[in-house]
């Protein structure tokens, strides 16, 4: 194994050891085990303490270090380290849990092994001393009571403890489970597995935006299509995301090889792994089922499901409390999918569709970049189609890149000449024209001067 932390890392985390439980341990615990474990880039670094939470305060400020009280009742404190926040927990079983979300009471003072008791998964449920970290052998040290080294090499994710308790206690637990699946490429083990569908009671009560979050990681994992068939196969789909389950066995056309659903996983896995790609991955297709027509050749058709499939996404992503960035990005993704520009169009075409994307915020890249992982999700060799969209995606980029005047603000006359020529007052019908001049200098650029211009605004004055 690999040092864990970088020189600078190690002093820092030394110097928090010194300052806060010299006597009383501090431990990496969670995540960045399990992370550090898989070789993986490590994202927050949780640690664990014996020491009381007050204490965690008192002692870091003394220390010097900016302490926010993040979620003291649970006994977690965040701690600054150079900018840089570290959730210091500590050690604490859960009492029982009533509501499906969160335990009535935590207790603290209890053991390192019994805090590790509490955890979701065995491979969430290991700890490494701080003191260790350093050793290259740090892998030796590791505090493992439920074997989570074991099923992290066999990439398995098993509840700690009976599954079927556990899901009874957090209903995000079984969510918890297809999203690790999903991120860490793994399989949930079969007892963990089968504990699901009989805790989807509980899985109700978990808040969206809990879901939220859960559903964006499972997404931007590596493995998402693994996940969503988890969700499918749950029951947990159908729970918080019904509208999607019409998706299922969907059939399409000559185009596709695969059902809806089916081509939705392969999109999305084709697709960069950000929130708004994989979100409008999963949702650009879901207004099929609802368009579906058959014509008399009997070949399938979804006239208009971009619509659907927008109106779906927006109402789907509110009740989920997304950002409303993300729900506009995530619209214009799914409203412009369809759009296949194609070599016989004209440049004005191109600088037309060009205007529709600028009228979404939605850049170039982006729609192509989406565009791509549509095709390659068709689920055929695509290799002539995606030669083509490379070459249209050239060509708009040197038209988007050549072209100036895309809205009125860029017309080479503004509002004031433009009035004064036709002699009128400012009023409603000034838009109008900025309209027609921007459509004609759409058709050919070499008419966005002032002279070209004027005399376009004497044709519109006569018509
Ligand atoms: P990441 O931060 O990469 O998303 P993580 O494993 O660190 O993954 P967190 O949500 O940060 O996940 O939680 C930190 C640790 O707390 C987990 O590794 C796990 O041990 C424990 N944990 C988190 N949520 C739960 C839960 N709902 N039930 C039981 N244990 C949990
Ligand atoms: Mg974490």
Redesign the pocket.
Known sequence: MTRLFADSEAQLLGKLGQVLAPDHGLAL???????ALLERPL??W?LATALRPEEVMTRARQGGFSVIPTGLQHGTVMVMLEGRPV?I?SYRG?GDYRDGRRPEVVRFGVTLEED?A????T???MALPLEAANDPDWATRLVDPWGGRADLEARLLRA?GDPLQ?FA??G??PL?AC??AA?LDFEVEAGTLAAIPPRLDVARKVAVERVFQEMT?LLCGQAPARGLRLLERTGLLDLWLAELGPMVGCLQNRHHRFDVWEHTLAVIEALPADPAMRWAGLLHDAGKPMSVSVDAKGERHFYNHETRSGDLAEALLSRLRSSRALIQEVLALVRHHGQHPDPAWSDAACRRFLTRLKRDELPLARWAAFRRGDLLGKGFDRAEALALHERMVTRLETLQARFTAWTAKDLALDGHALAALAQRSPGPWLGRLQGFLLEQVLEDPHLNTPEALARLVGEWGRE
């Not at 509490?118 to 998964?121: A, H, I, Q, S």
Request: charged letters at 50%; zero cysteines.
């Open positions: 615990v969670g995540g960045a085990v399990r992370d994202g927050d949780d959730e927990t859960d590790l509490r955890r979701d998964f491979v969430n449920a700690v556990r206690e957090d995000l637990r918890r999203r690790f991120q990681k």
